[in-house]
């Protein structure tokens, strides 16, 4: 017999830090506080916040750490009715508005040094997929995702180009460890706080986390 009863969902949230040109990074922030604001905002009946971790703005540099906590949302996350999903943070410095990100490219071609001094250019980010031009897709269902916040009078786009930068390339790892686990995985691209200030992008990712329980 099957399993009975609604799946349970477990979300798992990345930030990074500060890098070049973005002396203080908005996702840093928003994943440092949102335990505390879900404590006292609450979450949907079967959804739980799980791990919530600040990332080095590094391209490898940031892999053992991410995929240190995957490794562990597989263990704690092997029940058949539960779903697990990664959600991702990250900016982008001259954006407006949120932007979700539909899919992560299988390049590295970083405008600048990451964190630790690494800019790979036009390097494929796993050799086995292939090359540069290979994409991964998330299997959430961003259309959902972007009417639910819509109706929540958010101002959010869908994006198909991550960029080339760390962003993508962590988003790539993600992806690609979700589909090999049964995992999902999505992107956020959030702006600077002197754009869309850090009271509404808090209260964005708490209804991110909300619109990911109601369409995953």
Request: with cysteine; aromatic share 8%; hydrophobic share 40%.
């Amino acid at each position: 017999m099957g399993s009975e009863g609604p799946k349970s969902v477990t979300i798992h949230v990345t930030g990074f830090k500060k890098f070049h040109g973005v002396s203080e990074n908005p996702t840093e922030s928003i994943v440092s506080n949102l335990n505390d604001l879900v404590g006292r905002r609450g979450l949907p009946t079967g959804v739980t916040l799980g791990s919530c971790t600040v990332l080095e703005t590094a391209g490898d540099g940031a892999l053992p750490m991410l995929y240190n906590i995957m490794e562990s949302g597989v263990v704690k996350g092997n029940a058949n009715n539960e779903q697990v999903v990664w959600l991702h943070l990250g900016v982008n410095s001259g954006a407006v508005k949120f932007a979700i990100e539909r899919q992560a490219a299988n390049e590295a071609t970083f405008r600048c040094p990451d964190e630790l001094g690494w800019q790979p250019q036009q390097l494929p980010i796993i050799h086995e997929d292939g090359g540069i031009s290979q994409t991964r897709e998330t299997s959430c269902s961003v259309e959902a995702i972007l009417r639910f916040l819509k109706k929540k009078g958010f101002d959010v786009t869908v994006s198909d180009d991550a960029g080339r930068f760390v962003c993508n390339y962590v988003y790539y790892h993600s992806l690609r460890f979700a589909q090999q686990r049964g995992h999902k995985s999505l992107f956020v691209h959030v702006p600077l706080f002197s754009r869309i200030d850090e009271e509404t992008q808090m209260q964005f990712a708490a209804a991110f986390l909300e619109a990911i329980a109601s369409t995953c």
